[in-house]
């Protein structure tokens, strides 16, 4: 079946720091991948998304590249921000639809970046 | 545009209890999801639907029912409330359930059963 398995948390941050939180993937055929972000007492949020192999999705400085042949899909960011704490969410969506529709999540990955 | 609109934003049960948690769009989307999210489990779904009339289970259905009688609206019911209900939900609504369709939630209802 499909799932998604990201790095426990919390991470804590200076700001500026480089961040990257792992995301890897099991999925049939081509999912197209997403991180989602929720900011404190907020809903969640599409932050980027890639849709095929080497796509690099890219928003607020945020980087993930869709790779592959390791079935991953990591969050980077050069220098991050007080305002980007928040907890981030990977995900997948099948290639079709069926019961298997929806999204899938990780379990989230919680960010505090101190000043 | 509103988007996804959730109400209420909290809610607190007693055990036995019935309420309806309200979820509608305005997006015209055909699909919508119910999840609940609980800490270190991240988001699992409940219910979805592929449209009106439509509906089917999710990974964690039990204890709740849905319908879809509108494309705007997907309410969720808790029958009797139980404290393992206590929990943060969250509707969301999309063009498709798959692909690369973005998702819209709501601000989501946390609801405590006591």
């Known amino acids: 079946g499909n799932s998604v398995t990201q790095m426990e948390g919390p991470v804590t941050l200076s700001e500026e720091a480089f961040l990257t939180i792992n995301c890897t993937y099991t999925a049939t055929g081509y999912p197209s991948l997403f991180w989602y972000v929720q900011y404190p007492g907020e809903g969640l949020q599409l932050l980027l998304k890639?849709?095929?192999?080497?796509d690099k999705g890219s928003n607020k400085g945020f980087e993930a590249t869709y790779r592959k042949e390791t079935t991953s899909f990591h969050l980077e960011k050069g220098s991050v921000q007080v305002s980007d704490s928040a907890v981030y969410f990977c995900a997948l969506t099948p290639p079709y639809g069926g019961s298997q529709g929806n999204l899938i999540f990780g379990k989230g990955t919680k960010l505090s970046v101190k000043p | 545009n509103a988007g996804v609109t959730q109400t209420p934003k909290f809610q607190v049960l007693k055990t036995g209890q019935s309420m309806t948690l309200q979820c509608a769009q305005d997006?015209?989307?055909?699909?919508m999801s119910w999840y609940r999210q609980d800490p270190g489990m991240g988001l699992r779904l409940i219910h979805y639907s592929v449209g009106a009339g439509i509906t089917d289970q999710g990974e964690v259905p039990n204890g709740y029912n849905v319908s879809r009688s509108t494309t705007e609206d997907f309410p969720l019911r808790l029958l009797s409330a139980a404290p393992s209900q206590t929990s943060v939900y969250f509707c969301a609504s999309s063009y498709a359930g798959w692909g690369d369709t973005e998702a819209f939630f709501g601000q989501g209802t946390r609801l405590t059963v006591v």
């Open positions: 890639a849709t095929k192999a080497d």
């Open positions: 997006m015209n989307h055909e699909y």
